[in-house]
């Protein structure tokens, strides 16, 4: 293809392999673009679910369609301080820790209520003291609604701490599997977590959760949109537009010649 005093000419195999890495670069683009918006529905779900009523854990209906709405729930428990979870691997602020999943016992069953998130000691021998002093008393619960999976996670779920014996607790939980959650409890379980600390960040909310309630509580470290935010999807998305375009210039200025004008 001449064009003036310019004549793009590229062979085949070149065309080819342009066309292929430009449209993997352009889907990578979109994917991204794609995931930012699934994280600000999901913030968005997070942020309407804290201004509409709180309802029982029994009536929550389908458990996934309620965590992805991030459904508010409140509920009234005693703290089962004796059987505890550290689920392990939680970072803040870029410090190792443990977010502690504490089994609230119920009318209705076992809740499990993420009571937030505390540093781990100067070792892993080092369990850190993560006892209730009104473990027994009745208090309100109310938080967020979630359902942690168990993602690219393998192995057991559970195992206890310093190879202790194995009825030891607090166990360490390295991803949710419900099922050996309720085995290890030998009780039934809801199929999720309640999230308290998000009310927190809102003052007139945390006043809803009892003052024993949130003085069990750790430092907040859940977010509803996981560890990426849109804002870090939009930044992987220009990345991946920028090298399509900087690909296009260089098969441009490549395979494009400048010729001499017709005498």
């Known amino acids: 293809m001449r064009i003036g005093n310019f004549e793009h000419n590229p062979s085949a195999l070149i065309v080819v392999l342009y066309g292929v890495f430009l449209a993997a670069l ?13 994280k600000i529905t999901i913030l968005n779900a997070a942020e309407q679910a804290l201004n509409t009523e709180a309802v029982a854990p029994h009536q929550l209906g389908d458990l996934t369609a309620a965590a992805v709405a991030h459904t508010q729930v409140t509920f009234s428990g005693s703290y089962d301080s004796e059987r505890q979870f550290l689920w392990d691997n939680r970072v803040h602020k870029s410090q190792a820790g443990y977010e502690v999943i504490t089994p609230v016992k119920t009318d209705t069953g076992i809740v499990l209520v993420n009571r937030g998130w505390i540093a781990q000691g100067r070792t892993r021998q080092d369990i850190p003291d993560i006892r209730i002093r009104s473990a027994n008393d009745v208090i309100a619960h109310t938080g967020l609604f979630s359902r942690p999976s168990k993602g690219l996670m393998s192995g057991d779920a559970l195992s206890t701490i310093n190879n202790t014996e194995p009825e030891s607790w607090p166990r360490l939980l390295q991803y949710f599997d419900y099922q050996a959650i309720e085995a290890a409890l030998g009780e039934p379980v809801l199929a999720g977590v309640v999230q308290p ?12 959760t009892s003052t024993a309630a949130n003085a069990a509580l750790y430092t907040a470290n859940w977010e509803p949109a996981a560890a990426i935010g849109p804002t870090r999807h939009y930044g992987y998305a220009f990345q991946w537009y920028a090298m399509a375009l900087a690909l296009t210039i260089l098969y441009i200025v490549y395979n494009t010649k400048r010729i001499k004008p017709d005498t």
């Open 26 to 38: 352009l889907a990578l683009g979109t994917w991204q673009m794609k995931r930012a918006a699934e």
């Open 197 to 208: 600390q998000q009310l927190q960040t809102d003052k007139e909310a945390a006043q809803t």
